[in-house]
């Protein structure tokens, strides 16, 4: 049940860029490419609908309101990018505090055998 090199480097990546990758600005930065990928076929939707009915296509176009679909392709990028990046992070600091627990009680583990836990930090009785 010992740490392997992997799962040390991603403890030491983990433990300088988590704090960074928590901030919105970057979670924004790194997840719209998803979030375009998701909001592109509402655009699709819109610009190859007047193919599929004519006398629809009329009607939509005399009342269609630019904004609102510039609007809605924003919400919906921005959605899904910040989801996206958030439950990223939320994994990998999951998955660093289960290989911190481990690292913990391995060391608890090679104390025992010498004399006990007591004076080992991070070990409660």
């Not at 190859?48 to 609102?68: C, E, H, M, T």
């Not at 989801?83 to 939320?90: D, L, P, S, T």
Request: glycine letters at 6%; a neutral charge; zero cysteines.
């Amino acid at each position: 049940m010992s740490i392997s090199s992997e799962e040390k480097k991603f403890i030491e990546y983990w433990e300088q860029n988590r704090d960074k990758d928590k901030k919105l600005a970057n979670q924004l930065m790194f997840g719209l490419p998803i979030g375009i990928l998701f909001s592109v076929p509402v655009v699709l939707n819109y610009l190859l609908s007047k193919y599929w009915y004519k006398r629809a296509d009329a009607v939509g176009i005399s009342q269609f309101n630019p904004i609102v679909l510039v609007v809605a392709v924003l919400l919906i990028s921005v959605f899904v990018a910040l989801i996206n990046r958030k439950f990223r992070w939320e994994k990998l600091e999951q998955q660093y505090l289960e290989l911190k627990h481990k690292l913990r009680v391995e060391k608890v583990e090679g104390v025992e055998g010498v004399e006990g836990v007591e004076g080992v930090e991070g070990v409660e009785d």
